[in-house]
């Protein structure tokens, strides 16, 4: 027993060991890069953050000959793989190691999706003054999706329209915050999918004309899936429509039994799909409606494919408690009802009736969202270009005072 024990505890030693040999190699790797080797650099905690740093990584590298080093905490991250010569990337895993990693470091500029710097897993370098740059991946106000203090500890945080940097400010003026450099950048996912917008209009209905509907909520145990998943898919089903749920990252970690019983109950009806595939956007271009509750994906469905979106009422998702200490009303509360129509959680099964006449009138939604597209998000189609110019100007102000 004794023997076996034994060997047991040096498998599991060795496969301690194994688990750890990427990420030890490539931050052993990163810290033996010249300063100026790694002066730029950006963190992806999975592989959802890379399509809101691949415009300004292209601008950066491409069209402006920089190199920049990606760090990532997913081993399936595309980056790994990249054939870019100009970006050294490194995977850097998630707990402890990835912890000290941050605390240790030494660069010039990091850009980051991942909001709490300081509050939560990622602190500021202890050995180094490095420049933090947030980047938002998602259109939504500062003050309520995000948890008090998200954005306290950044020097500069790239804003997608003036909201932001009306919010932020507000925030700075409540809590007596030291100003941060606020960037009038854009939103560079809004970019990525204008750019690969079909030219021509895709299918929005399956070949035996059922229309394709996106259902794409937010995540919490009051979210639409979580509480209402299983009756709104098959009232859409009953209707006659080709239905495909997008669950948010987040509701397939911390809501999985949720996602399951909606798959078991109808991976059997063809007319059925669960994606998980949430780099993926081809679902927004090819649907003939999209139905969310709280979640950025209305904004983008709408701003780019410029068709109206039906969110269903779910209770607000606040994270920062004191939200209302900032005067602003939250933008995906001001401007829903401009984008689309809301109908009632308890009103689920006049859906199909709503689909119906809200979809009968598209036309006369397209020059009003146009409209709000234009006045809440900045820099559209050059948010790369922004992002880029102000990153290299942030390094050569750094660098005569290093």
Not at 127 to 132: D, L, P, Q
Not at 194 to 216: F, H, M, S, W, Y
Request: with cysteine; glycine share 6%; proline share 3%.
């Amino acid at each position: 027993c004794k023997k076996i024990e034994k060997n047991q505890i040096t498998k599991n030693m060795k496969f301690t060991k194994s688990i750890f040999d990427k990420e030890g190699n490539d931050i052993e790797k990163f810290n033996k890069l010249d300063l100026d080797e790694r002066s730029i650099v950006f963190y992806s905690e999975d592989i959802s953050s890379f399509v809101h740093f691949e415009q300004i990584i292209h601008e950066l590298t491409e069209k402006m000959g920089y190199q920049i080093c990606y760090v990532t905490s997913a081993k399936d991250d595309p980056i790994l793989t990249s054939q870019n010569k100009r970006i050294k990337a490194f995977y850097i895993g998630l707990g402890a190691i990835r912890t000290k990693f941050f605390m240790e470091l030494k660069a010039e500029l990091l850009v980051m999706t991942m909001p709490s710097l300081e509050t939560y897993f990622i602190k500021r370098s202890r050995f180094y003054s490095v420049h933090y740059v947030y980047v938002f991946h998602s259109i939504v106000s500062s003050h309520t999706i995000y948890r008090k203090g998200a954005f306290d500890h950044f020097d500069s945080i790239f804003c997608a329209g003036p909201h932001h940097i009306k919010e932020i400010k507000a925030t700075e003026q409540l809590y007596n915050l030291n100003h941060k450099n606020l960037v009038m950048y854009g939103y560079g996912l809004l970019d990525k999918l204008q750019k690969n917008k079909p030219v021509q209009n895709q299918e929005i209905c399956t070949k035996d004309g059922r229309k394709k509907i996106l259902v794409a909520p937010s995540w919490g145990k009051k979210g639409l899936l979580e509480t209402k998943g299983l009756d709104l898919v098959k009232i859409l089903l009953d209707a006659g429509y080709h239905v495909t749920v997008r669950p948010h990252p987040m509701s397939i970690k911390k809501s999985s039994k949720t996602i399951k019983k909606i798959r078991e109950k109808f991976e059997g009806n063809s007319d059925f799909i669960l994606d998980t595939n949430t780099s993926s956007f081809e679902q927004l271009f090819s649907s003939y409606a999209l139905i969310t509750d709280w979640s950025g994906i209305g904004f983008e469905y709408a701003f780019v494919c410029e068709r109206p979106v039906i969110y269903v009422d779910v209770p607000k998702k606040a994270q920062n408690k004191e939200y209302d200490k900032i005067q602003f009303v939250p933008l995906e509360v001001s401007i829903r009802d401009k984008i689309g129509e809301i109908i009632s959680i308890n009103n689920l099964e006049s859906m199909p009736e709503r689909i119906e006449f809200l979809y009968g009138h598209v036309n006369e939604f397209q020059n009003k969202i146009k409209k709000i597209r234009d006045d809440t998000i900045f820099n559209i189609g050059e948010s790369g270009q922004a992002a880029a110019g102000e990153i290299i100007q942030i390094i050569n102000e750094i660098a005569p005072t290093k």
